[in-house]
């Protein structure tokens, strides 16, 4: 049985959210966004280990949260670099699985059904496999002056998310390649294709966003909202179907 381990990159700063608090800290519906990943992928059951990335200030209060979860799996926590293809790295060196899946902490609606999905994409390929949506406007490639030069097929664009899994030696030898050239991207996938290795696409969710602008925030709160009121609405139900059955009960006697 081949084993997976998870990175979750938590060392950015959030600039483009614009809040004193990097964002990953920040609390969503009383919980700081960071958690919800950490619950998710440990759910999933599948991973040996949870590497959070994070700055070296926020190391000690990123243990502090993982031990107040009460996970099962275990947590280690490292420091990150200036971009996050730099944590991706750092996060790398405490991995030994034979397979790694790479997530934002910046994405906490991501469930674990999705995180298997990914995992057993890339497992039943042997390939890395990462998650996206695709994209729904039409979308327009332009110059510097804004001229737009051409129109892509929309069929074949995708916009991709975390996580993404790989086989954990390819990912690291992906990295130092684009280390070698010099070459910083924003996600793990573009250096295996840089690399020259396959990477498929599963079919993600749209919920799965990236907090990345106070838009989305605004967003994450009212989705939140909205479960909130929806799972009360099933308890509601499942109660009242639950008294319905045993009020027939004692009428039945
Ligand atoms: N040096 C960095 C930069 C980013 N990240 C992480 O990578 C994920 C996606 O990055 P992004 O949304 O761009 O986060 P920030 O870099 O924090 O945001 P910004 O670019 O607006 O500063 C986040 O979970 C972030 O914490 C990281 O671990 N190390
Ligand atoms: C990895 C990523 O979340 C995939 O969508 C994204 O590329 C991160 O990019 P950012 O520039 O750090 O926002």
Known sequence: METAGAIIVAAGRGKRMGTTE??????LAGKPVLVYALEAFERTGRFERIVVVTGEEDRERVCKLAAGCRLKTPIIVVAGGKERQHSV????QAVDSDWVLVHDAARPFIEPAQIE???SAAQERQAAAVLAVRVKDTIKVADEAGVITHTPNRDTLWAVQTPQAFRTVELREAHEH???????GTDDAMLM???????????????????????DWHWAEEHIR????????IRVEENGAAETARQRKETDG
């Open 117 to 119: 999905r990914c995992l």
């Open 178 to 184: 684009a280390a070698r050239e010099g070459f910083v």
């Open 193 to 215: 294709e840089r690399a020259g290795k396959q990477v498929h696409i599963v079919e993600g969710s749209y919920s799965n966003i990236k907090l990345t602008t106070p838009d």
């Open 226 to 233: 909205r479960y909130a009121e929806r799972d009360s609405e």
């Open 89 to 92: 790295y750092a996060g790398l």
């Open 22 to 27: 990097s964002k990953q800290f920040l609390p």
